[in-house]
Nanobody, 124 residues
């Protein structure tokens, strides 16, 4: 079974940075649309960034200009660099792989696989 494992979360002060990683096993990160979404208890999931098979990226307005997604195709990992963090970025962050066509944060694909999540907490 495909497996995605996130790491790199933690607690930082506003304005700080964190780097999240997503390691894929038994699954190629270039095989489909990949992305990150975040979830706060009691709130809807927010899709924040996607990267398609060709490397095209798209960011949600809430993170555009502050977060950067990248891939290491050799290591089969995906990285989310998060800078200028704000308290409202506090959430559980998940990396995910799509099982449907399309790759957009405006019209997200169906995420078929995701990891256990990594917590990001930003204090003011």
């Amino acid at each position: 079974q495909e497996q995605l494992v996130e790491s790199g979360g933690g607690s930082v002060q506003a304005g700080g940075s964190l780097r999240l990683s997503c390691a894929a096993s038994r699954y190629s990160i270039t095989a489909s649309c990949m992305g990150w979404f975040r979830q706060v208890p009691g709130k809807e999931r927010e899709d924040i960034v996607v990267i398609d098979r060709n490397g095209r990226t798209e960011y949600a307005d809430s993170v555009n200009g502050r977060f950067t997604i990248s891939r290491d195709n050799v290591k089969n990992t995906m990285v989310l660099q998060m800078d200028s963090l704000k308290p409202e970025d506090t959430a559980m962050y998940y990396c995910a792989a799509a099982v449907s066509e399309g790759c957009s944060v405006v019209a997200p694909p169906i995420w078929g696989y995701w990891g256990q999540g990594t917590q990001v907490t930003v204090s003011s």
